[in-house]
């Protein structure tokens, strides 16, 4: 996957109150680490769709959720703790499962169960310009590419399957391919 996006602004502070303290900037993600990649409408083995028992990490750190955009399962907790050393408030009321995890601070970590197969817009109350998303899928067969834009999914069964890349602020791009038993099956997109 290749991926050209422009550089944006730093976001204005809503607070610099005294529970505010400094920091390092966290290096912002190579664009393709914005981008999931998943098979759509694969259907279900019998006994469904084994769902992981560990909960998926977005960490609040630098005034920056990391990963910008995480990948779950439906049915996945995903665990937000918070690395700074001042308060944060993770909220979403924009489709999919809505939640507010209230403040806490330093240390700290709330808990929040996705269920509806959607794209979840997680902010931070009290820090405006913190955004990420979680993309809650109905199956198991999605990734993140890695920082060259590299990736790997296993598991499709044999059969032409739609694939889809999507990025949180460009439209999704949709291609097909055809698996066949014991061949690996090749994708290059630029977008």
């Known amino acids: 996957v290749s991926l050209s996006l422009q550089p ?3 976001h204005p502070r809503y607070y ?3 529970y505010r303290a400094s920091h390092e900037d966290d290096p912002t993600p190579a664009p393709a680490q914005s981008v ?5 409408d694969v259907p279900a083995p019998t006994e469904g769709w084994p769902v992981p028992a560990d909960p998926a990490l977005m960490r609040q750190r630098h005034d920056r959720f990391v990963p910008h955009v995480l990948p779950v399962m ?6 937000f703790p918070n690395d700074d050393n001042y308060f944060h408030n993770v909220f979403s009321v924009v489709a999919g499962d809505r939640f507010d995890l209230g403040r806490y601070g330093e240390g700290d ?3 929040q169960t996705f269920q509806d197969p ?7 109350e009290i820090h405006p310009g913190m955004k990420a998303f979680i993309l809650v899928r109905d199956n198991p067969l999605f990734t993140i590419p890695d920082a060259g834009g590299r990736f790997t999914l296993r598991g499709i069964p044999s ?3 739609s694939i889809v890349l999507w990025h949180p602020m460009r439209a999704s791009l949709r291609r097909t391919v055809t698996i066949r ?3 690996p099956a090749t994708l290059d997109v630029s977008f």
Request: charged fraction near 25%.
């Open 8 to 10: 944006r602004g730093q």
């Open 16 to 18: 610099r109150g005294p």
């Open 36 to 40: 999931v990649v998943y098979v759509e």
């Open 74 to 79: 439906r049915g996945r907790t995903v665990s």
């Open 109 to 111: 970590t709330r808990l």
């Open 118 to 124: 959607a794209v979840v817009v997680v902010r931070c």
């Open 159 to 161: 059969g032409t399957w």
């Open 181 to 183: 038993p014991g061949e």
